[in-house]
């Protein structure tokens, strides 16, 4: 089994900073991408930034330039330090991992539990 576990979420006003992390966890073999999606309250699910195991990046518009993803491979953890927040950032963020559990060529999707981000303006 894999667990992704994420912490680092909470309350902070406009124009502050937040550092998410997630850890993952289990019978992992290898991790190609992990990410950070969020949702906001009657909204669907987003694309916030996602890392490869080479470590390129890839970022949603609104948060560019404030929002930087980052990865430990030898920790099997992804960070994203967020600055700069604003209230259209409040959401749960979801840590996002796509990974091998062996050594055959099957990938498997694995979702954090969430972590609630408010930003009070």
């Known amino acids: 089994q894999v667990q992704l576990v994420e912490s680092g979420g909470g309350l902070v006003q406009a124009g502050g900073s937040l550092r998410l992390s997630c850890a993952a966890s289990g019978s992992i073999f290898s991790i190609n991408a992990m990410g950070w999606y969020r949702q906001a309250p009657g909204k669907e699910r987003e694309l916030v930034a996602t890392i490869t195991s080479g470590g390129s990046t890839n970022y949603a518009e609104a948060v560019k330039g404030r929002f930087t993803i980052s990865r430990d491979n030898a920790k099997n953890t992804v960070y994203l330090q967020m600055n700069s927040l604003e209230p259209e950032d409040t959401a749960v963020y979801y840590c996002?991992?796509?990974?091998?559990?062996?050594?055959?060529?099957?990938?498997?999707?694995?979702w954090g539990q969430g972590t609630q981000v408010t930003v009070s303006s």
């Open positions: 996002y991992a796509r990974l091998r559990r062996d050594w055959t060529l099957v990938y498997y999707d694995y």
